[in-house]
């Protein structure tokens, strides 16, 4: 026998119809507010998601994400998993008919979500990479044999070949407590949950 | 000097903000002002009504009106002034609506600044002079440019009234886009069957058509134009040729139909169309072989009336009018900027006047629907809306009448093609109009597909078929749809030589590029140039229906101007003093109305400014090296005395 799935109605008072003036606010902080605020211009045609290679893939669909900003939907939101399947690609804001700055607006979502502790798995494990090796994807034997083909020297001048800045860029993350945000664990250099 | 001076509330507009009973006994303190009130509304009966009271008994021979802008109501008080046996020109109007209340929200600063904007204002009046109306001759003819739906309904209602009008078009046959489409909204009537009667507008004893003619030079101003039009080599005389026929049919050379969205071909002498208005054909210089090789000549040998000139030249015609209409219609956005729509790379992507032309029974196709790729006979189609509308990267605006063409031709298909698969990828649909919603539910229940999803993409499959992706954003799903052939229905834009003609005739263009309109709600067919008038697209896009409406509208406003044979004028225009002036030119350079020229005087030169084209702009005036120009109703002792006022003290 199928339950019903139960739905109820969603009381407009309920939700938080201050978060889309968070979520301008906190972007105004890195892209300055001419950015965040094209959010306000939305009218949910489509054409992002649509855009989207990952929503061809994933249950992530930009233009959702949007409407509940824009409704006050914010737990919903920040907790979402979906919010971290964005590949960044910009497809979306190319073809914005109405001129929102997509990535950049799920950008500032997810710099929310991760303060209130919501960031994805592999986005954590991806910064414990930078905590250990200045990059979140260190470089391998063959990337070293296409640098050398290029005429480039084979590891470039970043930590790879000052091992001696990694402490001062640790140092950075420290400061910044971006080893709380991802949970970082100097004692064991590993994230304490994974 | 006995001035009056009135404080309108407007409702609460001032009233609202400004302490209109402090302002009145503050006016009434100035210099030689008798009398100061205020009213709820001044431009009410009972409001004028108050100011004739005072001129009549207290003698007034200047007037204030604190109130709204005198973009507004000015006239409405020189014409009091007037009828009360006073020069309107001695009068003045303080803005205390939209540069005060309407601006300000602290109380006591906007009454303060009210102060200041009322003693300028009877600064100013003391000094104003009075001044006499220039009146001009009207030239009771109108020129109509361009042939479309528009032009021809303006020319027809001129022409009915007795009015001579010369319509010039430049294609060589009139009609119009409107001449192109198979069906039209929402009665499905055949276009070419409702516009022919009006057509036949070149029977009509009090029309004069120019074909394959462009406007060459406006000079003149409102009542009196001089019109200088290129009619462009026929290569045919009109005069002989009665339109037979045979030389496009015997001539050998083929080139690809613009008229037909390059579906088809045509020969390289044609008509557009055949019902074309006039029926004489024009030959393409570009492409005919007399031209391109030297040899030929086939329809000089077949033309049964030796109608050929392969020398004929261009003629420059000059005609006399004294309004102009501008009716030159739109042009079909070129979707081929919007990569991911594939618009010129993948065959049956087509545009919507396309697909006009290939279901068009006189089209490419004699109206059998083949798709360009293999001539295939499609049955699953996609129609994409808002193409380079609606979209900040291309058109912000709506192109208005997309909407209802797709649901019209999607319905025409499932229709006549039962069988026939047909998606609508939509943004919203608008469909206000009378007989219009009801026409798309009808589409709906014929099974119509419509997708709510601005298409993301369009991907071209190995054999010629089209893959639309999209979100079907009511489901949430992201969706592809599979189909033949795909119409992308295109904005309208302003047509490619309307900059030209906007700078021929002085005129303005929003920022959309379509010409603007004097006021978007009260004159939308005046333009800024007195005497010239919009219809129809070229004002922004509208359909049928609207543009007819239009298009009536303007030959209104043109033949309540050229039903005068006189026309009266605001004297307030620019003047040179003459033992002042030196002549260099600086004046004429600035000024963008052509009223200045520079005429010889006893040996020497000196500017001469023609009034009636003057706008009273000012350009002139502070181009002037050595104070020659002046301008009338704001000479610098007027400037001055407000100035003054305004560095006072209240």
């Not at chain 1, 607006?105 to 986005?123: D, P, T």
């Not at chain 2, 004929?312 to 070129?334: L, P």
Request: charged share 25%.
């Amino acid at each position: 026998m199928h339950m019903p799935v139960i739905k109820s109605v969603i009381r407009l008072n309920d939700l938080d119809i201050h978060f889309v003036d968070e979520v301008i606010k906190t972007g105004s902080e890195v892209f300055g507010e001419d950015v965040p605020k094209t959010i306000m211009a939305c009218m949910q045609c489509g054409r992002c998601s649509g855009s989207c290679p990952s929503g061809r893939r994933t249950a992530f669909r930009t233009r959702t994400i949007f409407r509940e900003v824009m409704i006050g939907f914010r737990e919903k939101v920040l907790s979402s998993d979906e919010l971290w399947y964005c590949t960044t690609c910009y497809t979306c804001q190319e073809r914005c008919p109405r001129g929102v700055k997509t990535t950049e607006i799920i950008r500032i979502l997810r710099n929310i979500a991760a303060k209130e502790g919501y960031m994805a798995k592999s986005h954590k494990m991806a910064a414990g990479y930078v905590f250990k090796t200045g990059h979140a994807v260190a470089i391998n034997e063959e990337i070293q044999n296409v640098r050398e083909e290029l005429g480039l020297s084979r590891l470039p001048p970043t930590t790879h070949s000052h091992p001696e800045a990694l402490a001062k860029l640790q140092d950075i993350l420290r400061r910044t407590h971006f080893d709380e945000l991802v949970g970082f664990d100097w004692e064991t250099m590993e994230l304490k949950e994974v | 000097m006995n001035i009056g001076v009135y404080v309108c509330h407007c409702g609460t507009n001032i009233a609202g903000v400004i302490d209109v009973e402090k302002v009145t006994e503050y006016a009434a303190t100035l210099d030689g002002v008798v009398v100061a009130r205020n009213y709820k509304y001044m431009c009410s009966d009972p409001g004028k009504e108050l100011i004739r009271n005072d001129i009549k008994e207290k003698n007034l021979d200047r007037v204030v009106v604190a109130a709204c802008s005198p973009t507004m109501h000015e006239k409405t008080y020189r014409d009091v002034m007037e009828e009360m046996g006073g020069n309107p020109f001695l009068f003045e109007m303080a803005n205390i609506r939209e540069q005060d209340s309407w601006v300000h929200t602290d109380k006591d600063e906007a009454t303060e600044k009210a102060y200041d904007l009322v003693r300028m204002a009877v600064a100013k009046v003391r000094k104003n002079e009075p001044l006499e109306r220039i009146e001009i001759p009207v030239t009771q003819r109108a020129l109509v440019i361009g042939g479309g739906v528009a032009g021809m309904e303006a020319s027809l209602d001129l022409a009915e009234q007795g009015y001579e009008v010369i319509l010039v078009e430049k294609e060589q046959s009139i009609g119009g886009h409107m001449s192109q489409l198979t069906k039209t909204f929402p009665t499905l009537d055949c276009p070419m069957c409702i516009l022919a009667p009006k057509m036949a507008l070149h029977e009509h004893k009090n029309i004069t058509i120019y074909s394959f003619s462009e406007i060459e030079e406006v000079s003149g101003y409102v009542g009196n134009f001089e019109v200088s039009i290129r009619k462009k080599a026929k290569s045919v005389i009109e005069d002989l040729c009665n339109g037979c026929g045979l030389c496009q049919e015997k001539c050998p050379t083929k080139v690809l139909s613009v008229y037909d969205g390059n579906l088809g071909m045509r020969k390289a002498i044609y008509t557009l169309f055949p019902q074309a208005v006039p029926r004489i054909p024009v030959l393409d210089r570009e492409n005919c072989l007399m031209f391109t090789k030297g040899k030929c000549g086939v329809c000089k040998k077949v033309c049964p009336t030796d109608a050929i000139d392969y020398e004929q030249q261009d003629e420059i015609v000059t005609e006399k009018v004294g309004a102009i209409i501008v009716a030159t219609g739109y042009a079909e956005y070129d979707p081929s900027e919007i990569a991911e729509y594939g618009y010129g790379r993948y065959k049956n992507v087509l545009t919507g006047l396309q697909f006009e032309r290939l279901t068009n029974a006189s089209g490419p196709t004699l109206g059998a629907l083949k798709r360009p790729s293999d001539g295939a006979t499609p049955k699953r189609f996609a129609f994409i809306q808002c193409v380079g509308s609606r979209d900040v990267n291309t058109h912000e605006y709506c192109s208005k009448v997309c909407c209802m063409y797709t649901v019209k031709n999607a319905r025409l298909l499932r229709d006549e093609h039962p069988e026939s698969e047909v998606y609508v990828f939509y943004t919203d649909v608008r469909s206000a109009g009378k007989g219009y919603e009801e026409f798309y539910k009808i589409s709906q229940e014929k099974g119509v597909k419509f997708v709510r999803g601005r298409a993301s993409e369009i991907v071209g499959l190995p054999d010629d078929n089209l893959l639309v992706r999209t979100e079907d954003t009511f489901t949430g799903n992201v969706i592809e749809a599979e189909v033949d052939m795909v119409i992308l229905a295109c904005a309208l834009l302003p047509t490619e030589d309307s900059a030209k003609l906007r700078d021929i005739l002085k005129i303005s263009e929003g920022t959309d590029g379509f010409f603007l309109e004097a006021h978007p709600k009260l004159r939308p067919v005046d333009t800024l140039t007195d005497g010239v008038y919009i219809a129809g697209c070229a004002q922004g896009p509208r359909d049928i229906a609207d543009t007819v409406v239009h298009a009536k509208g303007a030959a209104s406003g043109a033949s309540v101007l050229i039903s005068h044979t006189k026309m009266s004028l605001d004297p307030i225009s620019a003047y040179s003093d003459e033992s002042v002036c030196r002549g260099c030119g600086e004046c004429k350079l600035v000024c963008q109305f052509g009223a200045i020229e520079i005429e010889p005087l006893d040996g020497r030169l000196i500017a001469n400014v023609n009034e009636v084209l003057c706008k009273g702009c000012g350009a002139c005036v502070g181009a002037c090296c050595n104070g020659a120009m002046t301008i009338k109703h704001f000479k610098d002792e007027q400037i001055n005395s407000m100035i003054e006022a305004a560095m006072e003290v209240a």
